[in-house]
């Protein structure tokens, strides 16, 4: 799209200089401090219109950023995705001899680097003759970043309980999701609910107003393949983050999100389901400059996170190709990933089988 304020630098100075020249009846010539005058004109004026152009365009869906792009999903209703807190279990382990029950109250932290907090979910107790206790947990904030600590590493005690000897983490902090935030991935997610939002208006129930409504169900909800099995029946295939655990608490709010009576047609039975995985693996040789350290891990995360990015994408190695050349392969030989169909509740997820095999050679 063209600008909506249209300019041209090379437009304005000569308009500029021109209008100069004609008001004081003489050429100015390089170095004039008038001409330097009408010079920096040039920039400020240029500025105002890109501004004027920008704000503009924050009126069209296409363009908005940030809150102006919330202003425009607050007209059907469609609001940005909060962040969702990663989870966890806290194992509370008593002093040695104790032997009374001890209450382990909601919302006791604990924390292992002093910035990740974790706090408990529900009120439990370490029962009488027992050790320890296990209650499932959250970040206490939001966010990707709380993902990943690995079983022990949270294992300070925030909230003192007298007569604890120590907690810990027992599993993997897992499903910790920024949302949608206001970033420029955060933005064309949300952008992309907001083109689906007019389909939520129809009473006939089509694939992509539940695929509408399932996306704004979970944080960690990556796609949604909608498809129908058979008559009246909807197959709702979801594909979460893979940071996230496959809970059916997610499932469940998919279903609460796609089955009330005023989202689907009163004849439609609607199923939620997880995406089947397609596994493929990666064997690879790639050609390289002599003297080069090679490092293709990011090139080839960046295809995995491609692949399995929807549901329903083809497994495509020329994507893994373009990737790798672009981070400074000469040339390279695919074994696998080999091209195939994957359906369209199916998902191409990588399993984990990985060779790379480089060899220097002259360009």
């Known amino acids: 799209m063209s600008n909506i304020a249209d300019y041209n630098t090379s437009e304005l100075y000569k308009t500029i ?28 004026i240029a500025a105002v219109y890109a501004e004027v152009d920008d704000k503009a365009k924050q009126r069209l869906l296409g363009y908005a950023r940030g809150q102006w792009l919330d202003a425009l999903g607050a007209r059907t209703a469609t609001y940005r995705i909060a962040s969702a807190p990663a989870t966890t279990t ?27 907090y974790f706090a408990t979910d529900v009120t439990a107790t370490i029962d009488a003759g027992a050790e320890s206790v296990d209650i499932p947990a959250r970040a206490v904030e939001g966010g990707a970043a709380c993902n990943n600590i690995p079983a022990g590493g949270i294992n300070q ?98 279903l609460a999100a796609c089955d ?36 293709m891990n990011a090139a080839i ?25 672009d981070a400074g392969a000469l040339r390279l030989d695919i074994r696998a990933p080999v091209v195939a169909e994957v359906g369209a509740t199916q998902v191409a997820f990588f399993s984990g089988d990985m060779n790379v095999d480089y060899r220097a050679v002259s360009e």
Not at 24 to 29: C, M
Not at 279 to 295: K, R, S, V
Not at 305 to 315: D, L, S, T
């Open 17 to 44: 200089i021109g209008h100069l020249e004609e008001q004081v009846r003489e050429p100015l010539y390089p170095g004039d401090e008038r001409r330097i005058f009408g010079e920096a004109l040039v920039s400020v």
């Open 90 to 116: 806290l194992r509370y382990t008593r002093s040695v001899g104790g032997m009374n029950a001890m209450i382990i109250p909601a919302g006791t932290r604990a924390t292992g680097d002093g910035l990740r």
């Open 157 to 254: 005690q925030v909230d003192l309980i007298p007569n604890i000897r120590n907690v810990a983490n027992i599993t993997e902090t897992i499903g910790g999701n920024d949302g949608e935030p206001y970033t420029e991935d955060g933005d064309n997610a949300y952008r992309a609910r907001i083109q689906l939002a007019p389909n939520r208006y129809s009473t006939a129930g089509p694939s992509e107003a539940y695929r509408y409504f399932a996306l704004g169900a979970d944080a960690n909800i990556v796609d949604v393949a909608v498809t129908s099995p058979e008559a009246c029946h909807i197959l709702l295939s979801v594909l979460i983050d893979p940071g996230a655990e496959q809970s059916p608490a997610t499932l469940d709010r998919v």
């Open 260 to 295: 009330d009576r005023k989202v689907r047609p009163m004849t439609d039975i609607v199923v939620a389901g997880w995406a089947e995985a397609v596994e493929y693996g990666i064997d690879i040789t790639c050609y390289i400059p002599p003297g080069t350290a090679p490092d």
């Open 301 to 325: 995360s960046s295809y995995i996170e491609w692949q399995g990015g929807r549901i329903g994408r083809a497994v495509n190695p020329d994507q893994l190709r373009k990737r790798v050349l």
